[in-house]
């Protein structure tokens, strides 16, 4: 095979890879889950990246702008960007309610449509993690970073309970395509440190909790994460003709649940499911 002929097979492959993803975050709800679930996490990012009024902000893999409204309404020049536009628009219509303003591009985390340097803080939350090849997207949030802006990144960790979720889920999704890798890897700090190098100063990584009391018990976690969130729904869809692994599956999803459960509810299977899901907090400097 010839050299353009692999190149043209590389960029079809990567082409429909990113045609999946696309699609499964479409699956659902997720912008329920952001806004019913985890609502805080776009502003703890903000307030760690001490965004202030008139900067230029990029949001990468912003989903429905759980951060980037919360940069908007703290008086931020804002561009929202994700690759799947059924989330922008769900975006578009909650910064409308909250009466925040800011730009929404679709764009690929792996290809950023932006100048070098064009903004003086680049983050994403829960974000960035999911594009499937992680130096790809690091060195295009470096790229679009001026020297000496922020970069800001708050991913969940692998030890934490949603990456004990994806390690769950594992066994019965399908193999993933040659070079993706895990997305919780983003919540580990030397991972993240790697991928970043010597391009950024003033590093500051910690491990945080927060904490979910939305469902009353385990498997009602696992129900509305069957319903609202992709890649739980595509799981259960790769294995939806065997009523065993899906029966199994759900076993799973709310054992896990159960023994990560520490409230009024732990068990007893009463009162009020209450998880501490661990996310990596990241915040540096772009090297002048």
């Not at 009391?213 to 065997?242: L, M, N, V």
């Not at 899906?246 to 299977?269: E, M, P, Y």
Request: hydrophobic fraction near 40%; proline fraction near 8%; include cysteine.
């Amino acid at each position: 095979m010839s050299e353009a002929s692999e190149a043209s097979e590389a960029v079809e492959a990567d082409r429909a890879l990113k045609a999946k993803h696309r699609a499964m975050w479409a699956l659902g709800d997720y912008p329920a889950v952001a806004a019913e679930v985890i609502p805080d996490l776009g502003p703890v990012l903000v307030r760690a990246c001490g965004v202030r009024p008139g900067e230029r902000v990029l949001d990468i893999a912003a989903g429905s702008g759980n951060a980037a409204v919360a940069a908007a309404l703290a008086g931020a020049d804002v561009v929202a960007c994700d690759l799947t536009p059924e989330l922008l628009e769900a975006g578009r219509r909650s910064a409308a309610e909250r009466g925040a303003k800011l730009e929404w591009r679709e764009a690929d985390a792996e290809a950023l449509p932006f100048a070098d340097g064009e903004f003086d803080t680049v983050f994403s939350c829960v974000g960035i993690m999911f594009a499937p090849h992680h130096q790809v997207s690091a060195d295009e949030l470096v790229r679009v970073c001026r020297p000496g802006g922020t970069i800001g990144l708050l991913n969940w960790t692998p030890e934490g309970f949603i990456g004990r979720m994806f390690a769950t889920m594992k066994p019965y999704a399908p193999p993933p395509p040659p070079g993706a890798q895990p997305p919780p890897l983003w919540g580990d700090p030397d991972h993240v440190r790697a991928l970043l190098g010597d391009r950024v100063t003033d590093v500051d990584a910690r491990r945080q909790p927060v904490r979910i009391d939305r469902f009353d018990r385990p498997e009602a976690f696992r129900d509305y994460f069957k319903s609202h969130y992709g890649p739980t729904i595509a799981t259960y869809r790769a294995i939806a003709e065997d009523p065993d692994r899906v029966a199994a599956l759900d076993r799973d999803l709310a054992d896990l649940a159960r023994r990560h459960d520490h409230g009024a509810g732990a068990g007893a299977g009463a009162g009020t499911t209450e998880m501490d899901w661990e996310y990596l907090l990241f915040t540096a400097r772009k090297r002048g």
